[in-house]
Nanobody, 122 residues
Framework: QVQFVESGGGSAQAGGSLRLSCAGS????????MGWFRQAPGKEREFVAA????????VYADSVKGRFTISRDNAKNTMYLQMNSLKPEDTAVYYC???????????????WGQGTQVTVSS
């Protein structure tokens, strides 16, 4: 079973930056569409950003567009999320998952890793 491990979270001031990493197991990571999701306290998990496996096309939630950048390094089986101009409302636990082929915004697996906490203070 494919597993993903998120890292890179922490605390930042509003306007600051953080870079998250998602390391995947398995030899076929390069063929996966991948995505980032987040869950704030008391809220449902929501889509943040996704990147396709073929041409690395990307899609973002409106709330992060222009501030976050998703990328991947298939040689390292790793996906990244560069988060700039952070806002307090970005505070959440961030998760990664393999995404579906039919909808780049939808997670494929129903199981999730432990995630990485991001806390942004004003």
């Amino acid at each position: 079973q494919v597993q993903f491990v998120e890292s890179g979270g922490g605390s930042a001031q509003a306007g600051g930056s953080l870079r998250l990493s998602c390391a995947g197991s398995g030899r076929t990571f390069s063929t996966y569409n991948m995505g980032w999701f987040r869950q704030a306290p008391g809220k449902e998990r929501e889509f943040v950003a996704a990147i396709s496996w073929g041409d690395s096309s990307t899609v973002y939630a409106d709330s992060v567009k222009g501030r976050f950048t998703i990328s991947r390094d298939n040689a390292k089986n790793t996906m990244y999320l560069q988060m700039n101009s952070l806002k307090p409302e970005d505070t959440a636990v961030y998760y990664c998952n393999r995404n579906t082929n039919s909808d780049l915004r939808r997670p494929l697996y129903t199981y999730w890793g432990q995630g990485t906490q991001v806390t942004v203070s004003s």
